[in-house]
């Protein structure tokens, strides 16, 4: 397989891990926003510093200040801004605002040296946009100016997670180990907005104890590290269409745990976002059959 194509991969397990994210935050009880981030990124950290301290490669977080900052601000940043959005503005609205990410990411990744925007690349992820607003607005959506504040923090939220997916492509020869780094730092920024701004509230049970440990390692953990690997190394104009499936694929999630209920409009979300994906790698699909022909 090709280096290319298994980075492609490693990024599709972020997703596939970001769609446990509102099953197990659901499951996870009454924690506040931050002092969950807090908890689920120092699970995370311990991931990344365990395998450092296994390999032997500390040097992996020897790195210029500015790797440190796109690092620390698109972690913290992305859920600092989310936390404000979902506080200020209706969830559903904040939610579809905030997941303009991967299109952001599909139209800037022209500005990434050897890429090009292709149209299957644009129109690929206004499908998979068209199928998010089916999963995220459900219920129904109406803007409101009352809530500008919150929207513009869902604004800044996916402008954040965008930025920070292109600029660790420009950080490429930066090793993954450094997300330790950055969950670390991140676990301790959101600790001190906890103390800030929260009221401390304990897990009530050991399910729910299970719950965010689960996030820790997965959602809020290793999904960052094998995104950083994607984003570097693989397709990022594929990552970031199929990026929409994370949404569609935590609504199902959801529905088979028993905390949704299925709908035709969910059934027509997963044919869009799935003929989006497609349609974004139609290219690579073609390079691969014509390599498995000449093979």
């Given at each position: 397989?090709?280096s290319r194509t298994a980075a492609t991969l490693l ?285």
């Amino acid at each position: 397989m090709q280096s290319r194509t298994a980075a492609t991969l490693l990024g599709f397990l972020a997703i596939l891990m970001w769609a446990l994210l509102a099953l197990l935050t659901a499951a996870s009880g009454t924690v506040p926003p931050f002092q969950l981030s807090a908890l689920t990124f120092l699970i995370g950290a311990a991931i990344g510093l365990l395998w450092l301290a296994a390999s032997g490669r500390w040097g992996d977080l020897r790195q210029p200040w500015p790797v440190w900052a796109v690092g620390i601000g698109g972690l913290f940043g992305y859920h600092a801004f989310y936390f404000t959005a979902l506080r200020n503005a209706p969830a559903v609205e904040a939610s579809l605002i905030a997941y303009l990410w991967p299109l952001l990411i599909v139209v800037f990744s022209a500005l990434l040296p050897g890429e090009r925007l292709r149209w299957f690349h644009v129109a690929g992820a206004l499908l998979g946009l068209a199928g998010t607003v089916l999963v995220v607005g459900r219920g129904g959506m109406a803007f409101d100016g009352r809530y500008a504040f919150g929207y513009a923090a869902a604004a800044a939220c996916a402008l954040t997670w965008s930025g920070y997916s292109l600029l660790s492509r420009r950080f490429a020869a930066v090793p993954t180990g450094i997300v330790a780094g950055f969950c670390l730092a991140t676990a301790l920024l959101s600790g001190a907005a906890h103390v800030l701004v929260e009221e401390t509230v304990w897990p009530a049970s050991r399910a729910e104890w299970a719950a965010i440990a689960a996030l820790g390692l997965m959602p809020v953990g290793a999904a960052f590290y094998v995104w950083d690997h994607g984003v570097k190394r693989g397709n990022i104009q594929v990552l970031g269409v199929a990026s929409y499936a994370a949404p569609l694929l935590s609504t199902l999630a959801l529905i088979f745990s028993g905390y949704a209920e299925p709908t035709l409009g969910i059934a027509l979300a997963a044919a869009l976002i799935t003929a989006g994906a497609l349609l974004a790698s139609l290219p690579a699909l073609r390079r691969r059959r014509a390599a498995d022909v000449a093979a």
